[in-house]
């Protein structure tokens, strides 16, 4: 398994309840894997733990069938890739020198680029639709564009793992879908992305497995089938939907039905 959490728990500070309570999945190698649930589900907790930037009060997270906290830093990102929700911009550069940090934990500190690292770069730009941006500032970048660019900067590690946590926030249709296609095409390359996701069809629609996640604990973990039930997706999400299948993709499509209190 590239990715697998064992009975992972996590708790911030002194809080009562633990943001993950006891989580149990497994990510086979060369899928993409989509975590699914509503605000406060403990999905972004589940990526902190998996690439062991917080610490399990109890279980342990697994990266290649390794305990994550037995990887070296520059280990880890050589073989995964990580797009968090945002990040602070310390300081000016552009595009490509911001793509281009992706190189790091191949180069170290002080080897310049050589031809592998500019290919690298130069093809994450171009399957990012990031190329003609190569010499604008990312700070003057819009927030579809930068998270586009980030997405870059990951794929340029040349990674065997990806993890992205609401990767397609920010952007419109057209760059949305050329996001999952790219994550999907990269899947089928070989590469496991895990997903975090609040696009619920288009998860659907692209991803081969998904774990469904309500108030810190599994909801439901499998294919399509398993997991897109509609009284499932009702308890978790809190509101009445209809699961029907869509007629081009053959995908379950989630629609949200007129609310119990609606007029």
Same mark, same amino acid.
């Given at each position: 398994?590239?990715?697998?959490?064992?009975?992972?728990?996590?708790?911030?500070?002194?809080?009562?309840?633990?943001?993950? !309570?006891?989580?149990?999945?497994?990510?086979?190698?060369?899928?993409?894997?989509?975590?699914?649930?509503?605000?406060?589900?403990?999905?972004?907790?589940?990526?902190?733990?998996?690439?062991?930037?917080?610490?399990?009060? !109890?279980?342990?997270?697994?990266?290649?069938?390794?305990?994550?906290?037995?990887?070296?830093?520059?280990?880890?990102?050589?073989?995964?890739?990580?797009?968090?929700?945002?990040?602070?911009? !310390?300081?000016?550069?552009?595009?490509?020198?911001?793509?281009?940090?992706?190189?790091?934990?191949?180069?170290?500190?002080?080897?310049?680029?050589?031809?592998?690292?500019?290919?690298?770069?130069?093809?994450?730009?171009?399957?990012?639709?990031?190329?003609?941006?190569?010499?604008?500032?990312?700070?003057?970048?819009?927030?579809?564009?930068?998270?586009?660019?980030?997405?870059?900067?990951?794929?340029?590690?040349?990674?065997?793992?990806?993890?992205?946590?609401?990767?397609?926030?920010?952007?419109?249709?057209?760059?949305?879908?050329?996001?999952?296609?790219?994550?999907?095409?990269?899947?089928?390359?070989?590469?496991?992305?895990?997903?975090?996701?609040?696009?619920?069809?288009?998860?659907?629609?692209?991803?081969?497995?998904?774990?469904?996640?309500?108030?810190?604990?599994?909801?439901?973990?499998?294919?399509?089938?398993?997991?897109?039930?509609?009284?499932?997706?009702?308890?978790?999400?809190?509101?009445?939907?209809?699961?029907?299948?869509?007629?081009?993709?053959?995908?379950?499509?989630?629609?949200?039905?007129?609310?119990?209190?609606?007029?």
């Amino acid at each position: 398994m590239m990715f697998e959490a064992v009975d992972l728990a996590i708790r911030y500070g002194r809080h009562r309840r633990q943001a993950l !309570a006891g989580i149990s999945m497994q990510v086979p190698k060369g899928g993409l894997y989509a975590v699914l649930g509503p605000n406060g589900s403990g999905k972004s907790t589940l990526m902190r733990g998996l690439l062991g930037t917080v610490t399990p009060e !109890a279980g342990e997270a697994r990266i290649g069938g390794r305990n994550v906290r037995d990887w070296t830093r520059r280990s880890l990102a050589r073989a995964v890739g990580a797009v968090s929700q945002a990040e602070h911009l !310390a300081f000016p550069m552009n595009v490509r020198d911001f793509v281009g940090m992706g190189r790091y934990p191949h180069l170290g500190a002080f080897r310049p680029e050589g031809e592998q690292d500019r290919n690298a770069i130069a093809a994450s730009m171009e399957r990012c639709d990031v190329d003609e941006l190569h010499d604008r500032d990312v700070t003057t970048l819009s927030g579809g564009e930068l998270q586009r660019v980030r997405i870059a900067r990951a794929l340029a590690q040349e990674p065997t793992g990806l993890v992205l946590d609401e990767p397609t926030a920010s952007l419109d249709i057209r760059h949305e879908m050329t996001i999952f296609q790219l994550l999907r095409d990269s899947a089928d390359g070989g590469m496991t992305v895990l997903l975090i996701t609040h696009h619920i069809n288009l998860a659907a629609r692209f991803a081969d497995r998904f774990l469904l996640l309500s108030d810190g604990k599994v909801a439901a973990e499998g294919t399509r089938d398993e997991v897109f039930q509609a009284d499932v997706l009702e308890s978790v999400y809190r509101w009445p939907v209809a699961v029907g299948i869509d007629p081009e993709t053959g995908a379950p499509q989630v629609t949200p039905r007129q609310g119990p209190d609606a007029s």
